[in-house]
């Protein structure tokens, strides 16, 4: 595209590439100078030079311009960012359907809900914690949102592979550092807010004030859907200027799920909507994919998806790899991998499995914390845990510079007389579990999900992914099977 093209006034160069890395820069692109969390752009203009760049946009005085450069002033570089990309890859979020979801907890289950069911009606992508997804393409996940020039441009080839909708996850991080500025969305979710995030937006009231943004921006042709229980709907409905349709259980709702019927392998309830009721049946498991899926299916609907067909194939939906996953070996007792990783959300899985245990049967739990992430959660863990479990197997999860057995020492402040064990070493730490189990105990192994990586002082390093430890643990170490190869 002519630079012509993006800035009025400007010369006609060729502009092959957006670009605000120096480091990844190619020729003839464009360089953004950002301010970072920890870096300046502006520290690296001359690198993006060397490496090619033929255009900089900034917003810092520069003291050396480059005859051969064109430099470009800004007001403020981000924002100027997320217009440009938007333009440079044709404004793609505009041809497309775009559901946005936001909150603590229940982003991915919601996102891979709609792009499941959705795309029975209308091919829709996936954008977020477990990968980018369109069509035949699956890609590795950047961030939960990624910046503004991957995320413009992976919508330009969804539109490209004719995808005609968008199931997005946004993150507190994309809102606040200004990702989805450009982003034309159609419907908006709101899940919930409990406490996350906190090393990064300091209180609360900052994480929700992230959280909004989402909705502020929403135009009025625009719908959000939000949770009528969450003690933050007023706020959030206030925000906006779009259409407002609300879902929920306890408080009366225009999607509103009565009578629910939670089992080990799927739930039912009476969908309640417009004066009718209709019945529900779906394999996921837990009250708190209720919601997920009144939120999706009220999104879907509001976006002209029959709510008769929405129903249909709401029944039998994808396992979500590392979100209430079930692992099941052929053991007597129940596993279940979770990507819970907030009070809120631990609480919920351990809800769901006092519900399925007996009692006289065993909750036996295995997790960690995040290192250098937000330490004030740890001892909330330690006491909600002790509330629910009958054992706590406390283990590595993401500690990067921290000791592991510090971080577990943090947990265990909150620990009120519940056995508990600290092993280092994830992979042991779940073959204890397994080994330990009796018929009918439940495991829950809570933190990572199927993420295949493990954050250490170094920086990435390979895990196998709790769900294959889970699975392998039980076949060696409890059914017997010799022949497997450990990671």
Known sequence: MLLSKIFDNAPD????????????????????????????????????????AVCIV???DIENMMDDVVYIKVE??????????????????HDLTIFGITGTNGKTSIASIIKDTFSHFSPCGYIGTISISYGNVTLPPTLTTPDAICLHKTMRDMLNHDIKALALEVSSHGLE???????????????????????????????????????????????????????????????TKAKVVTYGIQEEADY?????????????????????????????????????????????????????????????????????????????????VDFAHTPDGLEKVYEYAKQITKEDRRIISVFGSAGKRDTKKRKLFGEISSKYCDSIILTEDDPRDEDARNIANEIRTGIVDTKNIFIENRYDAIRQAIESANVGDTILILGKGDELFMYREHGKEDWMGDHIAAKRCIQKYYLGIEDLQEE
């Open 13 to 52: 160069i060729e502009i092959t590439g957006l670009n605000f890395d120096s480091r990844e820069i190619k020729p003839n692109e464009m360089y953004f100078c950002l301010e970072g969390l920890i870096h300046d752009g502006h520290d690296f203009i001359d690198q993006a030079i060397q490496a090619g």
């Open 58 to 60: 900034y917003q810092k």
């Open 76 to 93: 403020d570089v981000n924002k100027t960012l997320n217009l440009i990309a938007s333009k440079f890859y044709g404004s793609p979020s």
């Open 177 to 239: 550092l200004g990702r989805v500025q450009s982003v034309d969305f159609d419907i908006a979710i709101f899940t919930n807010l409990s406490h996350d995030h906190l090393d990064f937006h300091g209180t609360i009231e900052h994480y929700f004030a992230a959280k909004k943004k989402l909705f502020s921006q929403l135009k009025e042709t625009g719908i959000a859907i939000l949770n009528k229980d969450d003690s933050y709907f007023e706020e959030i409905k206030e925000s």
């Open 256 to 336: 509103q799920a009565d009578d629910i019927r939670i089992g080990t392998t799927g739930s039912s309830f009476r969908l309640l909507y417009q004066g009718d009721s209709y019945e529900v049946q779906t394999n996921l498991v837990a009250l708190y994919n209720v919601y997920n899926l009144l939120a999706a299916m009220a999104a879907m609907h509001e976006a002209g998806m029959p709510l008769e067909d929405i129903i249909h194939y709401v029944s039998d939906l994808a396992q979500i790899e590392g979100r209430m996953e079930k692992i099941d070996e052929g053991q007597p007792f129940h596993v279940i």
